[in-house]
């Protein structure tokens, strides 16, 4: 809700998002792999706590925490 542009992807050039991220970029696909991170939105950020918590590890990890 800032007047700030939205940050965007420094490989693809479109608008860094969260979806954008666990299914579209390549600059990110090996970390998730790493972090066993399911590639699609409904695992990811479904209801298993365990995919939650190896989310916020790797956004923390990859310095994307505070940028999406």
């Known amino acids: 809700m800032t007047k700030?542009?939205?940050?965007q992807c420094t490989v693809c050039g479109v608008t860094l998002t969260v979806?954008?991220?666990?299914?579209?970029?390549?600059?990110?696909?090996?970390?998730?792999?790493?972090f066993n991170i399911p590639p699609n939105l409904y695992e990811a950020l479904g209801p298993n706590s365990e995919?939650?918590?190896?989310?916020l590890a790797f956004l923390k990890k990859s310095d994307l925490f505070t940028k999406i």
């Open 4 to 7: 700030e542009e939205p940050t």
């Open 19 to 34: 979806k954008h991220i666990i299914t579209e970029c390549y600059q990110y696909s090996e970390e998730l792999k790493k």
């Open 51 to 55: 995919n939650t918590l190896n989310m």
